[in-house]
Nanobody
Framework: VQLQASGGGLVQAGGSLRLSCAASGSIFRFDAMAWYRQAPGKQRELVAVIGSGSSTNYADSVKGRFTISRDNANNTVYLQMNSLKAEDTAVYYC??????????????WGQGTLVTVSS
């Protein structure tokens, strides 16, 4: 599967952006879809994850501000980002996770989309 992330850009602090991740195939087969981010000089970190049953989990730093959702019919995952802060500036990556019966997790990555929040 190929994942195509879009929607990044430059926004002022307090503003909003919506990221989209379009998959070339069905996302229904994946156990989870997620967004990660990597800020300059920092390690990549999990931002939000949504399971196949639409359960969600968020990093503490974005709880209450970001919302992850999935549209299985259109093979797309979204990340709605509100009340953006300068510290949200990062390259955001779309991720698909497939758990194997023997415990291995296969990860698929899209290219990043840059989000820059000006203070």
């Amino acid at each position: 599967v190929q994942l195509q992330a879009s929607g990044g850009g430059l926004v002022q602090a307090g503003g909003s952006l919506r990221l989209s991740c379009a998959a070339s195939g069905s996302i229904f087969r994946f156990d989870a879809m997620a967004w990660y981010r990597q800020a300059p000089g920092k390690q990549r970190e999990l931002v939000a994850v949504i399971g196949s049953g639409s359960s969600t989990n968020y990093a503490d730093s974005v709880k209450g501000r970001f919302t992850i959702s999935r549209d299985n019919a259109n093979n797309t995952v979204y990340l709605q980002m509100n009340s953006l802060k300068a510290e949200d500036t990062a390259v955001y990556y779309c991720n698909a996770q497939l758990f194997r019966s023997w415990g291995q997790r296969d990860d698929y990555w899209g290219q990043g989309t840059l989000v820059t929040v000006s203070s």
